[in-house]
């Protein structure tokens, strides 16, 4: 009788300590989560091919370093031909405002004193036929074969006399507007096709650390493509995925504790996102009285200590 009671009691102690620990894990409620990163993609706004990508997995990198070169002939050929539009505007424009060359103006002067020369020696003989007529020595046909002849002469002498003005003159201010702005129009297509030509160069735009490198060099990627991939800095956050029934209260800006055990200590977190996810992950129950469906909600908590957490780490919480 005595043995069974030896037997009895230590089963009983084994029967108590398993109760205790399973209420005292059950009263912890530990949840696992993980360290995640904001990743961004870098892209190009042009298709090129890649010529050389100039970074490896892992590397760290800083806003404004060079991570890749793209190389695009057609791109480099409609810089060329906007910059060739643009100097043809301006050389346009420049004589708009200065006018003809002292060589044009001598030449264009030249022309009208011709055409007044002409012009007085037609007067001069319509004059004199004038008086031949009225003395009927000239027939009317010859008398105005020579008045046609003398109004040629005047009209020459005053388009000549016309555009001599328009060259010492210069163009009209409505001319000297338009040069200017079709001048303005090849410029800014020009500072346009090379805003793109330095797109061909693919600059980070933060600070982090190289995740992915998607494309290969010699591949050829169009525009928006992603090229690399880059976990921003110092933005690692923990993310846990909990059913509604175990968040025990638990609200924004509230603040936890975490044992990180790739550290093997415990950091200090706070909520900084809580929202239900989709349907798939409600919880339903399967068949039993009394219970109804519950949401699964994902936690987001941001590191307070300055902890060297890594995105892929685990974190374990009591909530």
């Known amino acids: 009788m005595n043995a069974k009671y030896l037997l009895i009691i230590p089963l009983l102690i084994l029967v108590t300590a398993f109760v205790y620990m399973a209420n005292s894990d059950e009263s912890k409620n530990i949840t696992v989560g993980f360290i995640e990163s904001t990743t961004i993609d870098v892209s190009s706004k042009i298709p090129g091919r890649l010529e050389n990508i100039l970074i490896q997995k892992g ?7 060079t991570l890749a070169i793209l190389e695009s002939k057609e791109m480099r050929a409609k810089v060329e031909q ?29 022309l009208y004193l011709q055409a007044k020369e002409q012009y007085l020696f037609a007067e001069k003989t319509w004059n004199r036929f004038q008086n031949l007529y009225e003395e009927k020595a000239v027939s009317l046909h010859e008398k105005d074969e020579v008045e046609f002849k003398y109004n040629a002469a005047k009209s020459q002498m005053e ?17 000297k507007a338009a040069a200017k702005a079709l001048f303005h129009q090849a410029e800014n297509a020009f500072n346009e096709a090379s805003a793109y030509l330095q797109e061909l160069t693919i600059i980070s735009p933060v600070n982090g650390i190289i995740s992915n ?5 010699g591949e050829i990627v169009n525009s928006g493509y992603p090229i690399i991939s880059i976990q921003k800095e110092n933005e690692s956050y923990a993310i846990l995925q909990i059913r ?4 025990n209260g638990l609200n924004l800006e509230d603040k936890v504790k975490g044992y990180l055990p790739a550290l093997g200590k415990i950091s200090e977190f706070k909520v900084s996102y809580i929202s239900p996810l989709a349907d798939f992950a409600t919880w339903k ?11 699964t909600f994902e936690i987001h908590l941001v590191q307070l200590s300055n902890d060297n957490i890594k995105p892929g780490m685990t974190v374990q919480f009591e909530l």
Do not use: H
Not at 159 to 175: F, P, S, T, Y
């Open 59 to 65: 590397s760290p990198v800083k806003k404004g370093d």
């Open 244 to 247: 509604e029934d175990r968040l």
């Open 159 to 175: 388009a000549a006399k016309a555009k001599l003005d328009m060259v010492n003159n210069g163009a009209r201010e409505e001319e």
């Open 213 to 217: 490198i998607i494309a290969d060099e």
């Open 82 to 110: 906007a910059r060739g539009a643009k100097e043809a505007a301006y050389n346009k424009y420049k004589m708009a405002l200065n006018g003809a060359r002292i060589e044009e103006k001598k030449a264009v002067e030249q």
């Open 285 to 295: 129950p399967t068949n039993q009285k009394g219970e109804f469906d519950l949401k």
